[in-house]
C-alpha cells in the first residue's frame, strides 16, 4: 500500500489539506498527518480559517522510509512555519532524492527554500512573487517536473490528490475515485 506524509502548522489551508486527505484516502493510500513539534497545542493543528485538525503523530517520530511521498498543503500561516521547520527541509530533502515531493498553493516556497523545486511549477498566483522561482506555470491545475508535484489553490485540491493517485496507485484507482466522487473537471 502506498503511504503518504503530510506535514501541518497553525494557518494551513483546511480545504487543501483535507481534499487531498479524502482523495487520497479513497484511492487506498495511507496517509499520516503529522504536527510540528513547536505547535503550541500538539496534535491539534487550526487552520488559516479557524478549523482545527487533529494530526496522528509528532513528525519528530517520523522515518523517511516509510513512506512514498511528502505532500504540503499551503495558507501562507503553515507554509511559513514549515519552511523554517528544519525536520521539514530535511525530509522534503531526503524524499526528493528517490521519493515523491508535493506542494500546492504558497507551499512550493518550501520547496524552494529546501531547494528541491522543479523547473516547472505552479502555485496559487498570489504566491508567485513570494516564490520568485522562473518556471511558473499558470495553465495546468497541476504540475509534474520530475518527482515534484505542484498544485494552484484550494479549487484545485481535488485533482491534485486525483493526479497523486494517478502517481502511487495508478490510472486505473484514480479514475475509480474521480468517478465515485462524479467528477468531470480534473
Same mark, same amino acid.
Not at 500500500?1 to 489539506?17: C, I, K, N, R
Not at 482523495?23 to 503550541?40: A, N, P, S
Not at 493517485?165 to 484507482?173: A, F, N
Given at each position: 500500500?502506498?503511504?503518504?506524509?503530510?506535514?501541518?502548522?497553525?494557518?494551513?489551508?483546511?480545504?487543501?489539506?483535507?481534499?487531498?486527505?479524502?482523495?487520497?484516502?479513497?484511492?487506498?493510500?495511507?496517509?499520516?498527518?503529522?504536527?510540528?513539534?513547536?505547535?503550541?497545542?500538539?496534535?491539534?493543528?487550526?487552520?488559516?480559517?479557524?478549523?482545527?485538525?487533529?494530526?496522528?503523530?509528532?513528525?519528530?517520530?517520523?522515518?523517511?522510509?516509510?513512506?512514498?511521498?511528502?505532500?504540503?498543503?499551503?495558507?501562507?500561516?503553515?507554509?511559513?512555519?514549515?519552511?523554517?521547520?528544519?525536520?521539514?527541509?530535511?525530509?522534503?530533502?531526503?524524499?526528493?532524492?528517490?521519493?515523491?515531493?508535493?506542494?500546492? @498553493?504558497?507551499?512550493?516556497?518550501?520547496?524552494?527554500?529546501?531547494?528541491?523545486?522543479?523547473?516547472?511549477?505552479? @502555485?496559487?498566483?498570489?504566491?508567485?512573487?513570494?516564490?520568485?522561482?522562473?518556471?511558473?506555470?499558470?495553465?495546468?491545475?497541476?504540475?509534474?517536473?520530475?518527482?515534484?508535484?505542484?498544485?494552484?489553490?484550494?479549487?484545485?485540491?481535488?485533482?491534485?490528490?486525483?493526479?497523486?493517485?494517478?502517481?502511487?496507485?495508478?490510472?486505473?484507482?484514480?479514475?475509480?475515485?474521480?468517478?465515485?466522487?462524479?467528477?468531470?473537471? @480534473?
Amino acid at each position: 500500500m502506498a503511504s503518504v506524509l503530510l506535514p501541518l502548522a497553525s494557518g494551513f489551508e483546511e480545504l487543501e489539506a483535507v481534499a487531498l486527505i479524502d482523495v487520497m484516502r479513497r484511492g487506498g493510500i495511507e496517509v499520516c498527518v503529522v504536527y510540528l513539534e513547536d505547535e503550541l497545542h500538539g496534535r491539534l493543528v487550526t487552520g488559516a480559517n479557524g478549523i482545527t485538525v487533529e494530526a496522528d503523530m509528532s513528525i519528530k517520530t517520523i522515518i523517511a522510509d516509510d513512506f512514498d511521498m511528502i505532500v504540503l498543503p499551503g495558507g501562507w500561516g503553515g507554509t511559513h512555519a514549515l519552511a523554517e521547520n528544519a525536520r521539514v527541509i530535511e525530509l522534503i530533502k531526503e524524499f526528493k532524492a528517490n521519493k515523491v515531493v508535493g506542494a500546492m @498553493c504558497a507551499a512550493p516556497f518550501v520547496l524552494k527554500k529546501a531547494g528541491v523545486l522543479g523547473e516547472n511549477y505552479t @502555485c496559487y498566483p498570489g504566491a508567485k512573487e513570494e516564490i520568485d522561482h522562473p518556471g511558473y506555470r499558470d495553465d495546468l491545475k497541476v504540475v509534474e517536473d520530475g518527482n515534484v508535484l505542484t498544485s494552484q489553490g484550494p479549487g484545485t485540491a481535488v485533482c491534485f490528490g486525483l493526479a497523486i493517485l494517478k502517481r502511487l496507485v495508478g490510472e486505473e484507482s484514480m479514475q475509480s475515485v474521480k468517478d465515485g466522487m462524479l467528477l468531470d473537471y @480534473c
